[in-house]
């Protein structure tokens, strides 16, 4: 058999039945794909898929049911993560963004009022909610905040330094961290739901970066004024540990993953058109081979992990387990590195069609913004945070766990 013939044989994904997040995903990204090299190369808001995931009804999936929800669970967000990720970075993570300030609100609203009629909302005006963690120039720190709320009566004031806001200027509402008072520690935090109408935003640092341009992750400072009752009823801390890192880490990773998965497809793509064209097996198959490794190694981390999570939802007892946090704290940065070495590998398994910025080869903007990973919360950061952790874990002596 020649290698057209074994070629046309050849094995494609099988095809699974897919749930209405899935469906939804798929036109978002055909959308999405579309706009994305303008997007990348005005740095600016992808408009067009944002507006999709809107008519999706997308923004409120996660919220439960009785709230009018669509009661998408984490799953469902992280294969969506994973399908835009493949045609868009900039929307993926924009989605990711605000799908893990929702799980901190949904996680953790208790019996909170104004956070149960703020997630009526979240669904019925698919409010985008924007992230504001990094201050000054704390960068990555994200357990600690310098501005504090100051409470005057029933309302508060807040002024901070967001020194990094993704679509700071595109987002209805913004989730940010702050300190609980001025007399409190830098740790002693809490989390701040705001309204539009809650604050202003004034510009402070442009978004002129090598990848992820569409985020348009500017600085502002931020003023705002607000209610009592729109800080979040539980202490950042638990909220940090229960919601946001998992959250984060498998959604981001899931970005990620999809961005790999992009690259390896356009560089497969390429590859077969060579093998079908010279009628000889391309050398770039070898690199092909090592993007296929890093992405499968990455698709099962976040897989096991996210298997993990769900099994301690609802039990804070086995959700706080050194083990556990620990392994979702490392999954995102061996998520990073193996999404950087597997689009690395694409890139390489193209050569120079994949170097360029044109044509459909090119792996030229997926290579810029997964670079973005290992930084977004610096890998260096997490792993120095990690203290004396890993001395209290028993590697594991069973395959089987
Ligand atoms: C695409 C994108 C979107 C973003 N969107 C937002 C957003 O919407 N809202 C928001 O608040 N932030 C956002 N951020 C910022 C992000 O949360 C982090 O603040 C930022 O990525 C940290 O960048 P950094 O590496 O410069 O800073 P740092 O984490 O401060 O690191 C600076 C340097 O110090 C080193 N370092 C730090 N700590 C240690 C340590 N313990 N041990 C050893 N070395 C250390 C690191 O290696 C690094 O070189 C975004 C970032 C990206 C890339």
């Known amino acids: 058999m020649n290698i057209h013939q074994s070629m046309h044989g050849m094995l494609e994904a099988p095809v699974k039945k897919s749930s209405q997040f899935?469906?939804?995903?798929?036109?978002?990204a055909a959308i999405a794909s579309t706009h994305a090299a303008q997007v990348d190369k005005a740095s600016r808001f992808p408009h067009e898929a944002m507006a999709a995931v809107r008519?999706?009804?997308?923004l409120g999936a996660t919220v439960p049911v009785q709230f009018g929800g669509s009661g998408a669970s984490l799953r469902d967000i992280v294969e969506v993560c994973f399908i835009l990720g493949q045609s868009c970075a900039s929307t993926a993570m924009i989605f990711a963004m605000h799908h893990v300030k929702a799980a901190c609100i949904i996680g953790h609203y208790g019996e909170s009022p104004w956070h149960m009629a703020f997630m009526r909302r979240m669904v019925t005006d698919q409010l985008l909610l924007a992230s504001?963690?990094?201050?000054?120039?704390?960068?990555?720190?994200?357990?600690?905040?310098?501005?504090?709320?100051?409470?005057?009566g029933g309302s508060f004031t807040l002024e901070r330094a967001a020194t990094v806001l993704s679509y700071g200027e595109q987002a209805d509402a913004l989730v940010t961290t702050a300190r609980r008072s001025a007399a409190a520690a830098a740790s002693?935090?809490?989390?701040?739901?705001?309204d539009k109408s809650d604050?202003?935003?004034?510009?402070?640092?442009?978004?002129?970066?090598?990848?992820?341009?569409?985020?348009?992750?500017?600085?502002?400072?931020?003023?705002?004024?607000?209610?009592?009752?729109?800080?979040?009823?539980?202490?950042?801390?638990?909220?940090?540990a229960?919601?946001?890192?998992?959250?984060?880490?498998?959604?981001?990773?899931?970005v990620w993953g999809g961005i790999a998965a992009g690259a390896h497809e356009r560089a497969r793509r390429h590859l077969r058109k060579l093998a079908t064209s010279s009628g000889t097996v391309p050398s770039g198959v070898a690199w092909l081979n090592r993007a296929a490794t890093h992405l499968t190694a990455l698709r099962a981390m976040l897989n096991n992990t996210l298997d993990q999570y769900?099994?301690?939802?609802?039990?804070?007892?086995?959700?706080?387990?050194?083990?556990?946090?620990?392994?979702?704290?490392?999954?995102?940065?061996?998520?990073?590195?193996?999404?950087?070495?597997?689009?690395?590998?694409?890139?390489?398994?193209n050569g120079l069609p994949g170097y360029r910025e044109d044509g459909e080869a090119s792996n030229a903007r997926a290579l810029r913004d997964v670079l973005s990973a290992p930084l977004m919360i610096?890998?260096?950061?997490?792993?120095?945070?990690l203290g004396i952790a890993p001395l209290m874990i028993s590697p594991a002596s069973t395959l089987t766990p």
């Open 22 to 28: 899935v469906q939804s995903a798929h036109k978002i």
């Open 55 to 58: 008519e999706h009804k997308l």
């Open 132 to 152: 504001s963690t990094t201050e000054g120039q704390s960068g990555g720190d994200v357990r600690n905040s310098n501005a504090p709320v100051i409470e005057d």
């Open 188 to 194: 002693d935090q809490v989390l701040v739901i705001l």
């Open 199 to 240: 604050y202003s935003l004034t510009p402070t640092f442009g978004w002129e970066t090598l990848g992820m341009r569409g985020t348009c992750s500017g600085g502002f400072g931020l003023k705002a004024r607000g209610q009592i009752s729109q800080i979040m009823p539980v202490d950042y801390a638990t909220i940090h």
């Open 242 to 254: 229960e919601s946001m890192i998992p959250a984060a880490h498998l959604m981001w990773g899931a």
């Open 310 to 349: 769900e099994n301690a939802v609802g039990t804070p007892d086995m959700l706080n387990q050194l083990e556990l946090q620990t392994a979702i704290t490392l999954l995102k940065v061996d998520v990073s590195e193996l999404a950087v070495a597997s689009v690395m590998a694409s890139l390489r398994a």
């Open 378 to 385: 610096n890998n260096d950061r997490i792993l120095g945070n």
